[in-house]
C-alpha cells in the first residue's frame, strides 16, 4: 500500500455526530487525509486541496447524496469517491452507475474493505480507468459494486449469477473452465444441470450473445 501513503484523501463527516468512523485507522496507511465535518464545507475544501480520493461518510447529510457527488464531478468528472453509508438500496446502485467511478460501503465494515476500495482508487487513477463497463447500448456493469443495468433499469441478479457473471468480467480475455467455476461458486460441488440453469437465466435476463460458451473449456464474455 506505499501507493496510498502519497495519496490525498478527503474524509467527509456528514452523520451528525463526532465519529470519524476508521480515520484513525486510515492514518496507518496514508500520511495526507484533510477531515471535514459537513459536506457544504467540504466542496471549498476539496476545490482549493484537489485530493486524489473522497470518503464520504454519509447519514444526516447537509445537502442531499446525489447533489454532493454531482458537485464533486463538475469539478473533476474523473473523481474517486467512496461513500459509506447505512444502507445500500437500489437508488444508491444505479447512481453508482450512473455517476461513474463510485464505491459503496455499508456499515458497518471492517478496514480491510475499506482497503480493497481505496485499491481499486488507486488503479482507477493509475490506468486512468473506470469501473464501469458498457457491455453493449443496453447494458452496463459496475465491477466494484458489482450490479448490471439495462437499458436504465437494474437487473436482479441471484447470488451465483452474480458471481458467474462477475467471474466473468474480472477474466474478459478468456475463457474461464468449467472447473474454476465449480471451485468459485459451488466450492467443488458443481452439476452441469446447475451451471446450464445459471447460464440460461443469465442470458434471459440480458442478452444471448455477452455469453459465450467455449466447447470443452468453459464460457467467456463476449465484449
Not at 48 to 74: A, D, L, R, T, W
Not at 75 to 94: C, G, H, M, R, S
Request: neutral net charge.
Amino acid at each position: 500500500m506505499n501507493a496510498l501513503k502519497h495519496m490525498k484523501i478527503l474524509y467527509v463527516n456528514d452523520r451528525n455526530s463526532d465519529e470519524e468512523y476508521g480515520v484513525s485507522e486510515l492514518q496507518d496507511y496514508c500520511n495526507n487525509i484533510i477531515v471535514s465535518n459537513n459536506s457544504i464545507n467540504a466542496i471549498e475544501i476539496y476545490k482549493q486541496e484537489k485530493p486524489e480520493i473522497v470518503i464520504y461518510s454519509v447519514s444526516f447529510p447537509k445537502i442531499k447524496e446525489e447533489e454532493f457527488i454531482q458537485k464533486i464531478k463538475s469539478i473533476n468528472e474523473k473523481a474517486q469517491v467512496i461513500i459509506t453509508t447505512e444502507n445500500i438500496d437500489k437508488q444508491k446502485l444505479y447512481n453508482a452507475i450512473n455517476f461513474h467511478l463510485i464505491k459503496y460501503l455499508a456499515y458497518p465494515f471492517n478496514m480491510n474493505s475499506m482497503l480493497d476500495s481505496l485499491k481499486d482508487c488507486i488503479k482507477s487513477i493509475d490506468s486512468n480507468t473506470s469501473n464501469i463497463i458498457e457491455l453493449s447500448d443496453s447494458l452496463t456493469y459496475d465491477r466494484f459494486n458489482r450490479t448490471l443495468l439495462k437499458n436504465g433499469e437494474l437487473v436482479s441478479l441471484s447470488a451465483k449469477e452474480t458471481n458467474f457473471f462477475d467471474t466473468l468480467i474480472k477474466n474478459k480475455d478468456r475463457a474461464v473452465s468449467y472447473e474454476e467455476f465449480n471451485q468459485i461458486i459451488w466450492q467443488g460441488e458443481m452439476t452441469k444441470d446447475a451451471l446450464r440453469s445459471i447460464v440460461k437465466d443469465l442470458r434471459r435476463k440480458i442478452d444471448k450473445s455477452i455469453i459465450k460458451n467455449v466447447s470443452g473449456i468453459g464460457y467467456r464474455v463476449d465484449l
